[in-house]
């Protein structure tokens, strides 16, 4: 199971993070930054849940470590939340 839980998949589920990142201009500062990663397609925020959480979608498999120096480039962290949202 490492390559789930170390790597995006590409396909409709993406993988959610948490994020410590608490205004607009921060999210869309590391929505830019995580676009900017090869292989990811989109990147989805939810200010609706705490900690607010981004979807990223790939398509072709990306390492999640990938995912989270783009976050700490522009100074903040991500936490990968479960294997795939219910």
Excluded: C, W, Y
Aim: hydrophobic share 45%; no cysteine.
């Amino acid at each position: 199971m490492a390559i789930v839980s170390e790597n995006v998949i590409p396909g409709n589920h993406g993988k959610v993070f948490g994020t410590n990142a608490e205004n607009r201009t921060s999210l869309n500062n590391i929505k830019k930054a995580i676009l900017r990663v090869d292989g990811v397609r989109d990147v989805l925020i939810n200010e609706k849940v705490f900690p607010i959480e981004l979807t990223v979608h790939t398509f072709e498999v990306v390492n999640v470590k990938d995912i989270q120096k783009a976050a700490v480039s522009v100074g903040f962290h991500l936490i990968p939340k479960g294997m795939f949202p219910l």
